[in-house]
Nanobody, 117 residues
Framework: QVQLVESGGGLVQPGGSLRLSCAAS??????????MGWYRQAPGKQRELVGA???????NYGDSVKGRFTISRDNAKKTVTLQMNSLKPEDTAIYYC?????????WGQGTQVTVSS
């Protein structure tokens, strides 16, 4: 069994920053081989990719967050982090950590991010 626990969500004003963290635990064989990612889902919308990072450190971002968000990982600590800068109201959503890809991977419980003045 694999557990993913997110932290760092909250309320922030437009233009502000937040840092989300996700810690993986449980029966994970060679954590560093898995792609890690952050997804988000806003009310009434489909879940979308925010950012993903491969075992080798290659990254991929959703178009709406490019240049503002940065994903990173620490294989020794089994964590993945999402640094979010220049936040906009449209970034408001529940953010989910993912291990192993969107189709067959594992998901965290989600953390709420609200961008509002």
């Amino acid at each position: 069994q694999v557990q993913l626990v997110e932290s760092g969500g909250g309320l922030v004003q437009p233009g502000g920053s937040l840092r989300l963290s996700c810690a993986a635990s449980g029966s994970i064989f060679s954590f560093n081989i898995y792609v890690m990612g952050w997804y988000r889902q806003a009310p009434g919308k489909q879940r979308e990719l925010v950012g993903a990072i491969t075992s080798g450190g290659s990254t991929n971002y959703g178009d709406s967050v490019k240049g503002r968000f940065t994903i990173s990982r620490d294989n020794a600590k089994k964590t993945v982090t999402l640094q979010m800068n220049s936040l906009k109201p449209e970034d408001t959503a529940i953010y989910y950590c993912n291990l192993g890809g969107a189709i067959r991977g594992y998901w965290g419980q989600g953390t709420q991010v609200t961008v509002s003045s």
